[in-house]
């Protein structure tokens, strides 16, 4: 007296009330047998309600009885076979879906809560329950529908298995050899049940990883705007690997101390607390450089929490590149700047700088400038330095006009000029003082020079 339903989202385990509903019983599992609810769909699923199927049209206007279909249209219907201890009033009831008083078919439903549906009670009949199978109905009962209370993927009946009839079969009963073919739902454009959401997205990007591409390009931005202020050797540097950043140090902690302590998981290239310069004292954390990452990443998983000093440390790797900016900087200080020679041009024309090549050739000669985008004769008889490459037929020149010797007389003059205006410049200031004078005792300017006729 019970049917396995096998359905999208799993398996439901129906049992039937025999004896208090016969006909209804027997309609049900004589239709299982001959697979007719086989690929029928979910069609109206109601949250904490109820989900209704059993129509082959997925309209819940169609379907038929067993009756209808052995004896002929005009016995489609069948009465109800309502009992007042039957009830609408917990979750997995099965009833079926009339269309009106005594015109039941194939069509039911399944109740989706607990509550007590007293209204559906003197209208439709209850005749079975779910017994296994009450996950499935969790499913039903979450699953997105529209405005019409049809599901956005289809959710159908599968297949049908009868695991116990006591009835017998009537007479013109064919139970069919195969199961019939499946059938699309083109009607409501809908995703079919076997739809597989994790192959339609495996290459599709989630919000998670569009959020972390956003944030690595943000990243990278600022990395180039550091490298443009020189803030940064390279946009592309990352912290080293091998460096492990301690803190939360005691200030009477020393190098050697934590050299010695941190050594036991390989060897350390340097190991320095971090001190004030002008005092000298303990900042309270320090840097340890190890020779391999393998043994970092050790003395990070062990030493993180211990307490050295009666201190609890905190360890973690190094995020910073300063180390890596100095040694950069430090290097590039050592190199020597490769000679250039510079081109001088008249105003025309801009400074252009050539690298010192061992294809040029160095030639003294009067000769015009030849170069693509020049085609003036501004340069004619200029005494130059001719520099041929012998892999491009560009000649660049650099102007050698001589400098003219100045003559004595012309220095001479300079020289006296220049006395003049040191001596001008000493009486000013001399005059600069003595009025700075008369200002602080509020004398007048002429102050000196009365005092000078009164003494004649």
């Known amino acids: 007296m019970s049917v396995l339903i096998e359905t999208s989202l799993g398996n439901i385990v129906i049992d039937l009330y025999i004896k208090e509903c016969p006909n209804t019983s027997l309609n049900f599992l004589k239709l299982c047998k001959i697979k007719y609810y086989n690929d029928c769909l979910f069609y109206d699923v109601q949250k904490d309600f109820l989900a209704q199927t059993g129509d082959p049209d997925n309209t819940g206007r169609g379907g038929n009885s067993i009756y209808g279909i052995i004896n002929g249209e005009k016995h489609r219907y069948f009465d109800d076979e309502i009992r007042p201890h039957l009830r609408h009033n917990k979750i997995g009831v099965i009833s079926t879906a009339n269309i009106g008083p005594n015109m039941n078919s194939s069509t039911f439903f399944i109740q989706l ?26 499913k039903l009962n979450k699953v997105y529908v529209d405005k019409d209370n049809r599901p956005y993927q289809n959710i159908r ?38 739809f597989d959401f994790n192959k339609y997205y495996k290459d599709k990007e989630t919000e998670e990883k569009v959020k972390e591409k956003l944030q690595e390009h943000e990243a990278k931005n600022r990395a180039i705007v550091l490298e443009m202020l020189d803030d940064l050797p390279d946009a592309d540097i990352a912290p080293p690997d091998t460096v492990l950043f301690i803190c939360k140090l005691n200030p009477i902690t020393q190098d050697d101390d934590l ?8 060897p350390i290239k340097s190991c320095h607390v971090v001190r004030d310069r002008k005092t000298g004292d303990s900042l309270h954390y320090a840097f340890i450089e190890y020779e391999k990452s393998g043994d970092c ?12 000093d009666e201190r609890r440390i905190k360890v973690d790797f190094s995020q910073s590149v300063a180390r890596l900016w100095y040694n950069m900087k430090k290097s590039e200080g050592k190199k020597k700047p490769e000679p250039t020679n510079e081109i001088i041009l008249p105003n025309e024309y ?21 170069l693509e985008e020049d085609k003036t004769d501004l340069f004619k008889n200029y005494d130059s330095t001719v520099l041929q490459s012998n892999s491009r037929d560009v000649k660049i020149v650099r102007n050698r006009k001589p400098s003219r010797s100045r003559s004595k007389s012309k220095d001479r003059r300079q020289r006296s000029r220049s006395r003049e205006n040191k001596d001008r410049h000493k009486r000013s200031r001399k005059y600069s003082r003595s009025r700075s004078r008369d200002r602080k005792y509020n004398r007048s300017p002429h102050y000196d020079r009365d005092r000078r006729k009164e003494r004649r």
């Not at 809560?113 to 969790?138: A, M, P, Q």
């Not at 003395?299 to 050295?308: E, L, R, S």
């Not at 801009?350 to 030849?370: M, P, S, V, W």
């Open 113 to 138: 809560t607990d509550n007590n549906l007293s209204y559906l009670n003197e209208k439709h009949t209850v005749f079975g329950r779910v017994e296994e199978g009450f996950d499935v109905i969790e």
């Open 157 to 194: 009946i599968k297949h049908t298995v009868v695991l116990d009839d006591p009835f017998d079969d009537p007479v013109g009963f064919i139970v069919p050899t195969k199961s019939p073919e499946r059938r699309k739902d083109f009607e409501y454009n809908r995703l079919d049940d076997d």
């Open 259 to 266: 050299e010695v302590i941190f050594s036991q998981f390989g």
């Open 297 to 308: 990443e050790k003395a990070f998983f062990k030493m993180n929490g211990v307490v050295i």
């Open 350 to 370: 801009k400074k252009l700088e050539l690298r010192q090549n061992k294809n040029f050739t160095y030639e003294k000669a009067n000769y015009n400038l030849l």
